[in-house]
């Protein structure tokens, strides 16, 4: 049963416009990260057992039944363009600003947040001691 808000309100979203491709659906209303295969076992098989679409091939066509079901959902939450977009994911990290380190003080740091640098790692039957603190 479709839930407001879902790939499947939006496939009876879409569909209710007039018949539409499974090619040109799937971008529309998959999760990000679903294959191809998964949203049609989870979102369009489950419509078609339902009798909520009919399933011609690649083309999917909303019925009486269907249409019902989208008013009802789109009662509870309207669908708008922007939710029906492509998904996509971003090119590069854009950073926005410049940090400065205004924040960072080392001198500020809390006694005995550094005590740990004055223990050795012990590589084999060896101890090593960090750069400044071979006198442990």
């Known amino acids: 049963m479709p ?14 416009r007039g018949a539409a491709s499974m090619v040109d659906l ?7 990260g ?3 295969n998964l949203w049609e076992a989870k979102v369009v098989k489950p419509l078609v057992d339902e009798e ?3 399933r011609n091939g690649d083309v999917l066509r909303i019925t009486q039944k269907g249409f019902a079901k ?7 939450q309207p669908i708008n363009e922007v939710m ?20 960072f003080n080392p001198d500020n740091i809390r006694p005995g947040a550094t005590d740990f640098l ?7 039957n060896q101890f090593i001691y960090r750069k400044g603190y071979e006198n442990g």
């Open 52 to 54: 909520f679409i009919e």
């Open 84 to 103: 029906v977009t492509v998904a996509t994911k971003p090119d590069k990290f854009v950073p926005v600003g410049n940090y400065e380190g205004v924040g």
């Open 34 to 36: 679903q294959s191809r």
């Open 70 to 76: 989208f008013c009802e959902l789109d009662l509870k």
């Open 118 to 124: 004055r223990c050795p790692s012990r590589v084999g």
């Open 26 to 32: 799937y971008p529309q209303t998959h999760s990000i």
């Open 3 to 16: 839930k407001p808000g879902t790939c499947a309100h939006r496939v009876l979203w879409l569909t209710s």
